[in-house]
């Protein structure tokens, strides 16, 4: 290896500079190019399902992880390897349906904000086919909003009552008996992510009556934009 010395000069202040210039052939000690250089370790960040997972292992209800899916609203964007992996440890098609759906943007609402505040009295509620409390006026009850709990004060038997939180609210559907111009909607329900069902109707719908059923329909469109909101047609109820 040969050392010169090279004289330079800048153009600015006209100093002098001595820069030394190898020439040549050399070379280092074997290895010595690895020990100078780096050593980058590359570590893929945590998936988000496997909090999830975590949770699942440690023996959390379908409840629990429910309403943390629904407060973190993370974007999982599961695979098909993970969603086997879900699956292989015991997570709910329930479970895993919500974590698809997390992470979706509130869908757009034009007007005032509604308060999540109201009460629709005098509905009937439904259970299996048959009405629970009959057609009369004095067996009916209350479906409350208040907030984030939705309940249902029965005004005979508070045996009956319940109340959920309305994030744990899957689908809101209508019940609407199929007409040529315009289907009739007499019914009005929810579907919980754990799998409970909740049907309402006016207590005239044999009559065809339906004020509150789509007063409530309404309703929740506007309260709770974020939902998912279906019609259900039928022949006959």
């Given at each position: 290896m040969n050392v010169?010395?090279?004289t330079c000069t800048t153009k600015t202040s006209g100093r002098r500079y001595h820069v030394r210039r190898f020439t040549g052939k050399f070379a280092l000690p074997q290895g010595s190019l690895l020990a100078l250089a780096p050593v980058l370790t590359i570590v893929a960040p945590p998936r988000p399902y496997q909090d999830i997972l975590k949770l699942k292992?440690?023996?959390l209800s379908d409840e629990f992880l429910l309403n943390k899916i629904h407060a973190d609203n993370v974007p999982y964007q599961l695979t098909t390897p993970e969603i086997v992996e879900l699956r292989t440890a015991g997570i709910s098609e329930t479970v895993l349906e919500a974590m698809m759906r997390s992470g979706q943007p509130p869908a757009a609402t034009s007007g005032v904000e509604i308060a999540r505040k109201a009460e629709f009295?005098?509905?009937v509620r439904v259970s299996k086919g048959f009405l629970?409390?009959?057609?009369?006026?004095?067996k009916v009850g209350r479906l409350v909003v208040d907030g984030e709990n939705v309940s249902w004060f029965d005004a005979e038997d508070p045996k009956k009552n319940f109340s959920i939180y309305a994030r744990n609210i899957k689908e809101v559907f209508s019940t609407c008996v199929l007409r040529p111009a315009q289907n009739l909607c007499l019914e009005f329900g929810f579907v919980t992510h754990t799998?409970?069902?909740y049907r309402f109707r006016d207590p005239g719908w044999k009559n065809g009556d339906?004020?509150?059923v789509?007063?409530?329909?309404?309703y929740f469109r506007q309260a709770f934009p974020t939902l998912f909101f279906s019609q259900r047609a039928v022949s006959e109820m």
């Open positions: 010169r010395w090279l292992q440690a023996g009295s005098g509905l629970v409390f009959g057609t009369s006026a004095k799998g409970e069902e339906n004020k509150l789509l007063e409530a329909t309404s």
